[in-house]
């Protein structure tokens, strides 16, 4: 069993149930519209199954072997209590893949840096194409630093997360920084 928690569109989880066919993968994902938009892109997957809830109100008759949580824990509300609610998803020795937004997003150099690797690999006239394709994901950026501004969404060091995932009962196996230093990305074991 996988969860794909604040799982949005179902990137991730698309990965998970093409690589994974033999597994079960649960998207949780509070967002009516997302999950719509999730259903759609992942309905050739027949191992997929669907939660239109937020994490706190997920049901869980099996536990996981794995849960991928990408860029939600941050929006959630109290994302303390929700790592405790990840743990509890997770059977002893399972893995949590978590990459979070921790610090305030500086939107100009997130565009500026993916412009100038965008033009690398499709030229100018391409680049232009699709920063015009991605404007709605430009405003959400603008939104969600906003967010973080105001206190709406949840800010972390490197040290603070890792001390967050510690105490809901998880051993860090691997911590990086990515996304230009924005995010973290830890990759945890459930301890008993």
């Given at each position: 069993?996988?969860y794909?928690?604040?799982?949005?569109?179902?990137?991730?989880?698309?990965?998970a149930?093409?690589?994974?066919a033999d597994?079960?993968?649960?998207?949780?994902?509070?967002?009516?519209?997302?999950?719509?938009?999730?259903?759609?892109?992942?309905?050739?997957h027949?191992?997929?199954?669907?939660?239109?809830v937020?994490?706190?109100?997920a049901?869980v008759?099996?536990?996981?072997?794995?849960?991928?949580?990408?860029?939600?824990l941050y929006?959630?509300?109290?994302?303390?209590?929700?790592?405790?609610?990840?743990?509890?998803?997770?059977?002893?020795?399972?893995?949590?893949?978590?990459?979070?937004?921790?610090?305030?997003?500086?939107?100009?150099?997130?565009?500026?840096?993916?412009?100038?690797?965008?033009?690398?690999?499709?030229?100018?006239?391409?680049?232009?194409?699709?920063?015009?394709?991605?404007?709605?994901?430009?405003?959400?950026?603008?939104?969600?630093?906003?967010?973080?501004?105001?206190?709406?969404?949840?800010?972390?060091?490197?040290?603070?997360?890792?001390?967050?995932?510690?105490?809901?009962?998880?051993?860090?196996?691997?911590?990086?920084?990515?996304?230009?230093?924005?995010?973290?990305?830890?990759v945890?074991?459930?301890?008993?």
């Open positions: 069993m996988i794909d928690v604040g799982g949005g569109t179902g990137n991730y989880t698309e990965i149930a093409r690589l994974c597994s079960t993968i649960c998207l949780v994902e509070p967002d009516p519209g997302m999950m719509r938009a999730a259903k759609a892109k992942l309905s050739a027949k191992n997929v199954t669907y939660q239109n937020g994490l706190e109100s049901k008759p099996d536990r996981a072997d794995l849960v991928i949580s990408v860029h939600s929006a959630m509300p109290e994302p303390e209590h929700r790592l405790a609610d990840i743990r509890r998803m997770l059977r002893p020795g399972g893995i949590l893949y978590l990459i979070d937004l921790g610090r305030p997003m500086d939107v100009r150099d997130w565009r500026n840096f993916l412009f100038s690797s965008i033009r690398k690999e499709h030229g100018l006239l391409g680049t232009l194409r699709i920063f015009w394709q991605g404007r709605q994901i430009a405003r959400q950026n603008k939104a969600i630093f906003k967010a973080q501004q105001d206190g709406t969404y949840w800010t972390h060091t490197a040290a603070k997360i890792a001390s967050a995932v510690t105490a809901a009962g998880f051993e860090i196996i691997d911590q990086r920084s990515v996304y230009r230093g924005y995010s973290d990305l830890l945890c074991r459930a301890t008993p």
